[in-house]
């Protein structure tokens, strides 16, 4: 299902088409800005592509923009190694297997 853009020669505005089906020929819009004036021609132009950036990018974008802001927000790393003394002494109080 296209969507299709057009832009006025006379003012520059902007609407779009949508269809359900692709078509050579899509009967351009009438300009919003125009209010009846003539010379408002609507021409086909071209979309702009967008790009999804994965959340891997979205982390190095932000860390390139605010740098330190986002380890003090995300905080530390884990120590792993507080977690494996605290399983050691509160294993010891275990019975034997």
Do not use: W
Request: net charge negative; with cysteine; aromatic share 8%.
């Amino acid at each position: 299902m296209p969507l299709y853009e057009f832009q006025c020669a006379a003012c520059g505005a902007r609407d779009e088409v949508f269809t359900r089906a692709i078509q050579e020929d899509v009967p351009a819009p009438p300009c919003p800005k125009a209010g009846g004036e003539p010379g408002h021609d609507m021409r086909r132009v071209v979309s702009s592509f967008a790009r999804h950036l994965t959340m891997a990018d979205k982390l190095a974008e932000a860390e390139a923009n605010f740098g330190k802001e986002v380890d003090a927000v995300m905080g530390g790393e884990p120590d792993v190694g507080k977690y494996a003394r605290r399983y050691e002494a509160l294993a010891k109080d275990l019975p034997p297997e």
